[in-house]
């Protein structure tokens, strides 16, 4: 194993976090009165001679004399993430030397986006969030571009932005307004507004599916949530037209805050199959499923059937743990998903224990736990005595560290992040909320 | 340097709402406010709030007419069963601070502490709250979505 090679961080990495933390306190105080004129000048040395110098040497003297339009936003939002998607592929090149790993071919760059009207409003909105700045915003800023947020989430095209502003506005309602400037988690907020920028400077075309038939070996989940949305998403490998990789299933919903805890499952009657092959150890087999480019499946229970049982960590060690003989290829993400936050490697750890820092690893390595980690399903109790690991290789604040999403003990046994799905599936709750809340739903709305 | 992206408090993770008597409630513009159930008439709600600061409160059918329930200095049994489901959906900690009660926090530690420091009945358009559950219903009503979905990360 050569983990201990992730100790130290790439070259430059410290000093173009930097360059993003002079970008993001511009956003604090705003753009109005805000000192940006020494940050601007310096993002537009950093990218001279690239591909967005011509694009920045306009926008960047702009912003700097007060000429607050969309475009020039929207440019600074491509700088950000640009600096971003350079510490994201030096990040990924590093997790793959650890492996072991080599990265599969990378894919034709996508069309440039299409222009879609509603989302001129979205801009205008974010505009504004950066104008006023984010230490001295006011809720009702929020609250009149909701009705707005309703509509996007008509759109299913436009399903990622709609999920990642209605959190963001909940997240900034609940925040403001803000006491003391320092309160402010920058960093992050600044991610949801950059993020919320590029995908509203136009609607990408969704890629192609394809069908794959194989056998399927679901080996973890990791729930995303918050108060009015749901995600799950299923990490597994697939063997198919004779070789292995390492694919995702994703489902999300839109939900309500009075739906939540366990509950949520409710909402997901078609995963029954993937908790259950979980729950019990058993692989799927897949007739005619549709696979995007980038290996993410789109599920359709209709085409998955309970396969033979098995134990799921021990088909996945030779291919997914530290510089495996049969390494599985990583793909390499598309230009929106490079950020260094969205890396998640797959990984099979066995021969660890579990201490005071997070884990120490058989080659002697430490490694500590990611704060994604769902402690109260994966308790560090069973971290700590199993005998293999299946989790994600995570990025977060300056340093690697690993999320726990399954546990095999020596005889097999699996727990998992999400497992308290197997109870609700096998039996579910005489009072179902999410039933109740539909009825209602439809008796009140389609009056 | 060491900035995190992630959120630094996880996800409420609500308690056994009880949406057949409370479909909807929710702390929202400077109101803990929300929707009842009628304990009769399965036509009716009962449209519902408390005030943040003043701690006054109020609840009238969605036709806006006055809860018969309602005394000028206690709240009715609708507000009641509004503010123990808030608690169940976003702990006490949150609602008494939310509501501004009085004094140190760590006091209201059940439903009886803090309907001991409420304000008065109070009579103010309600009109919002009935079409803010309708929008949460909207919500539903949207479909599943098997596409990945990165933005997800951040939550």
Redesign the interface.
């Known amino acids: 194993m050569m983990l201990e090679s992730l100790q130290s961080l790439p070259d430059g990495l ?1 000093e173009t ?2 360059a993003i ?1 002079q970008i ?1 306190g511009m956003f604090l105080g705003g753009f109005v009165g805000g000192p940006v004129q020494g940050p601007l000048a310096a993002l537009g040395r950093i990218f001279a001679g690239s591909p967005l110098e011509p694009l920045l040497v306009e926008s960047l003297p702009a912003l700097a004399r007060g000429e607050l339009q969309e475009r020039h936003f929207v440019a600074l939002a491509a700088a950000r993430a640009a600096l971003q998607g350079a510490q994201h592929d030096a990040l990924h090149q590093q997790a793959l030397a650890a492996l072991g790993r080599a990265s599969a071919t990378d894919e034709a760059p996508a069309a440039p986006a299409a222009p879609t009207p509603m989302l001129e409003g979205v801009r205008h909105w974010l505009m504004e969030l950066a104008i006023t700045g984010f230490a001295r915003l006011e ?1 009702s800023t929020i ?1 009149s571009f ?1 009705p707005s947020l ?1 509509q996007l ?2 759109q ?1 095209e436009l ?3 709609a ?2 502003l209605t ?1 963001f506005t909940s ?1 900034l ?1 609940g925040a403001l307004p803000v006491a003391k400037a320092e309160d402010v ?4 907020w600044a ?2 507004w950059a ?1 919320a920028m590029l ?1 509203a400077a136009g609607a990408a075309q ?1 890629a192609e599916p394809q069908p794959v038939s194989g056998t399927l070996y679901p080996l973890g989940l990791e729930l ?6 749901i ?1 799950v998403v299923f990490y597994a490998l697939l063997d198919a037209g004779g070789s292995t990789s390492a694919v ?14 366990d509950m949520i499952w409710l ?2 009657p ?1 995963l029954a199959l993937l908790i259950e092959a979980l729950g019990q150890g058993q692989s799927l087999a897949l007739a005619d499923m549709p696979q ?1 480019p ?1 290996g ?1 499946l ?3 229970a209709q085409r998955a059937s309970l396969g033979g049982k098995c134990r799921l960590l021990d088909v996945a060690e030779p291919l997914l743990a530290p510089q495996a003989a049969q390494a599985v290829a990583s793909r390499p993400a598309p230009a ?2 490079r ?4 890396l998640a490697e797959p990984v099979v750890l066995a021969g660890h224990a579990l201490g005071e820092q997070g884990l120490a690893l058989a080659d002697g390595a430490a490694l500590p736990l990611d ?2 980690w769902d402690t109260a399903q994966l308790p560090a109790e069973e971290i700590g005595k199993a005998a293999k690991l299946f989790g994600l290789l995570r990025w ?4 690697w560290a690993f999320q726990p999403l399954s546990a095999a003990t020596a005889a097999g046994k699996l727990s998992f992040a999400g497992q308290s799905a197997v109870k609700l599936y096998k039996k579910p709750p005489k ?1 179902n ?2 039933a ?3 009825e ?2 439809s008796r ?2 389609r009056k | 340097m060491t900035q995190s992206s992630l959120r630094s408090a996880t996800a409420a993770r609500p308690g056994a709402r009880d949406v057949k008597k409370v479909p909807f409630v929710e702390l929202y513009d400077g109101r803990l406010q929300g929707v009842v159930s009628s304990g009769s008439d399965i036509q009716r709600v009962y449209v519902s709030f408390f005030e943040a600061g003043t701690r006054d409160f109020s609840c009238s059918t969605n036709n806006n007419r006055p809860c018969g329930g309602l005394g000028g200095s206690y709240p009715c049994n609708h507000l009641r069963e509004l503010l123990d489901e808030a608690i169940e959906q976003y702990g006490i900690a949150r609602v008494a601070a939310f509501l501004g009660m009085p004094g140190d926090l760590g006091q209201y530690q059940q439903l009886h502490d803090i309907l001991r420091a409420l304000g008065t009945s109070t009579r103010a358009d309600s009109g919002t709250i009935f079409s803010r559950f309708l929008g949460d219903l909207a919500l539903l009503e949207l479909p599943a979505d098997s596409a990945p979905l990165h933005t997800a990360a951040w939550f």
């Open positions: 410290a976090s930097d933390a993001d809720p609250r909701l309703a989430r008509e299913p399903a990622g932005l999920y990642l959190g997240e309602l988690p920058l960093q992050r991610d949801l993020g995908r969704p995303r949530e918050h108060d009015q949305l995600s995702r299933v994703t489902r999300s919903r839109f939900k309500v805050m009075a739906v939540g805890g909402l997901f078609e995007l980038n993410d789109l599920w359709d929106l998903e950020h260094p936050v969205l704060p994604r977060d604040a300056g340093r009072s909320p999410v109740i809340l539909e209602r739903a009140l709305l």
